[in-house]
């Protein structure tokens, strides 16, 4: 014979869960407790021996899956109605607002435009009430259906908010035309009583699934990504290299002036290592000396200027330099290809 089930938790003469732990030799004369699952009285055992617990009298009928179910309901209403927040978390696509309108996103598929992860919600923003036992309404095709509710999360201030519904499984999952309404369902399931406690995520865990049903999918999230860009531009001067991030929620916008403008995902916008993507080169009597821009140039906070008067005569033995675009090019590609850099070019 299977052993009887050991309950630890009963309610009080006051309505108010109670669990065996709380209760004393000195004070268990105090109250009367009685069982959730069908309401008969109950009585603490608090022996030397057998684990503490709540115990039927001897010719009681009780189902302890019917137990179960009704504490594991009171036991998230008690959390619902005295904790301030009431999180849950569930999993979903969480996407760009502007994705699908940016080649950006459509071309690179970067991990901040579109990604699974969990959403957190704390529904006490939206419900202020948890009611035990409710029956709700929904449209099917085939007309209206009652549902009657474990748990219903509902707002008294506004009637027409469709509810939250949580449902406790036990034995049996919830029905498919329940789940299917449209309406928003949390299935928790509950093996003992300590899995009333757990926190409310969504778990595909085959023993203790939690479950959630018509919650709102994918969830828009705002656009994160920076963009680094960089521009050769004409001057007075020269030619002058400009940087600068713009948020990608700007979309793409390239200067009409600019030559060989790069917008760079990840690459670091140091004056260091812009040098390496252009070079001045001597392209006179058949000389190809190349002098790195570190050595040419003069970095400001977000830009390079050429300074050719400066170092022109000192540097130069044909006594000029001139920008060899091609050159330029081939050591741009060689550095975006030694550092994994994604780049996006007006022309792509």
């Known amino acids: 014979m299977a052993e009887p089930h050991k309950y630890p938790y009963a309610i009080n003469e006051d309505g108010n869960p109670i669990y065996i732990d709380d209760i004393t030799k000195e004070n268990r004369k105090q109250s009367r407790f009685f069982c959730y ?3 008969a009285e109950l009585f603490p055992v608090l022996g030397e021996v057998k684990e503490h617990h709540f115990r039927h009298a001897k ?3 009780c189902d302890p899956n019917k137990y179960l179910h009704e504490y594991a309901k009171a ?3 008690k959390r619902f109605d005295e904790k301030n927040t009431f999180i849950v978390k569930y999993k979903a696509t969480h996407i760009c607002e502007k994705y699908g309108n940016c080649e950006l996103a459509q071309h690179y598929h970067w991990e901040e435009c579109k990604y699974d992860d969990l959403y957190s919600i704390d ?4 419900y202020d009430t948890c009611l035990l036992e409710r029956g709700y309404y929904e449209v099917l095709p085939d007309g209206k259906k009652k549902y009657i509710a474990d748990l219903k999360l509902s707002d008294s201030k506004d009637d027409n908010k469709k509810p939250v519904i949580i449902e406790i499984w036990v034995t049996h999952e919830c029905t498919d035309d329940k789940k299917q309404n449209g309406g928003k369902i949390i299935e928790i399931k509950i093996n003992c009583e300590k899995d009333a406690s757990r926190p409310i995520i969504q778990s595909d865990d085959e023993s203790l699934p939690i479950r959630f049903f018509n919650f709102k999918n994918p969830i828009q999230i705002e656009p994160s990504r920076k963009l680094k860009h960089v521009k050769l531009m004409p001057s007075i001067s020269g030619k002058v290299i400009v940087t600068d991030e713009t948020p990608c929620s700007e979309g793409l916008q390239y200067d009409a002036k600019g030559e060989n403008e790069v917008i760079y995902s990840d690459i670091n916008l140091a004056p260091d290592v812009l040098h390496r993507l252009y070079t001045i080169e001597c392209c006179e009597k058949g000389l190809s000396k190349t002098h790195d ?11 390079i200027t050429n300074q050719i008067s400066l170092y022109c005569s000192k540097e130069c033995p044909c006594g000029k330099y001139i920008f060899d675009s091609k050159k330029a090019e081939e050591l741009k590609n060689k550095f975006l290809h030694d550092n994994n850099v994604v780049y996006w070019k007006q022309n792509d």
């Open 37 to 39: 699952g069908c309401g």
């Open 59 to 61: 010719d009681a009928i």
């Open 293 to 303: 821009l570190c050595k040419n140039h003069i970095y400001g906070q977000n830009r």
């Open 123 to 126: 529904l006490k923003q939206y």
């Open 75 to 77: 036991a998230i209403k």
